[in-house]
């Protein structure tokens, strides 16, 4: 079976994240979508919150399933079986580091990375720019899922009134 993990925070999960995980459910036999759980960061939504999310957002895709993770990506990879790193590819800054990240993975295991690039309207998307033009009052609804919408928009609006 060929297994895959699609890493990220996905704070919040965005369109350009399901189209990565969507296609890479075409590619492997199952993929494992990893949300990053780091208490030293400050996120949005907590880890549960996001994988509630990508949950939903991935409930139509047979093989996804969704976990989240602490410390390594390697470990988390080799407690499981998976063999492959799914990572999209916005631009060239992208592969300058995840190029990196990729020969480092393989030099503690035998996890090789394959990188998707991103559609091109969803080459500029990011969970930090969709945080940062909401919490202004602009207009990410094409950008997400519905519901993430909904839930991004609820969580500024708590934060701003407090």
Not at 73 to 81: D, S, Y
Not at 100 to 123: G, I, K, R, W
Not at 140 to 159: N, Q
Request: charge should be negative.
């Amino acid at each position: 079976m060929r297994r895959a993990v699609c890493p990220g925070s996905f704070d919040p999960v965005t369109n350009g994240h399901i189209d990565i995980i969507e296609r890479a459910a075409t590619l492997f036999d199952e993929v494992v979508v990893a949300v990053g759980v780091n208490a030293s960061k400050n996120r949005l939504f907590s880890p549960d919150e996001r994988m509630d999310m990508l949950s939903q957002a991935c409930a139509g895709f047979a093989n996804v399933t969704v976990a989240g993770f602490t410390g390594l990506l390697t470990a988390f990879c080799e407690e499981r079986g998976i063999h492959a790193i799914v990572k999209g590819l916005r631009a060239v800054s992208d592969f300058d580091y995840e190029l990196q990240m990729a020969q480092m993975n393989a030099s503690l295991t035998d996890v090789e990375t394959v990188f998707v690039p991103t559609s091109p309207e969803y080459s500029f998307l990011a969970s930090s720019l969709v945080k940062e033009v909401a919490s202004f009052g602009g207009d990410v609804s094409s950008l997400v899922p519905g519901f993430v919408h909904t839930r991004l928009t609820t969580r500024l609006a708590e934060r701003q009134g407090s």
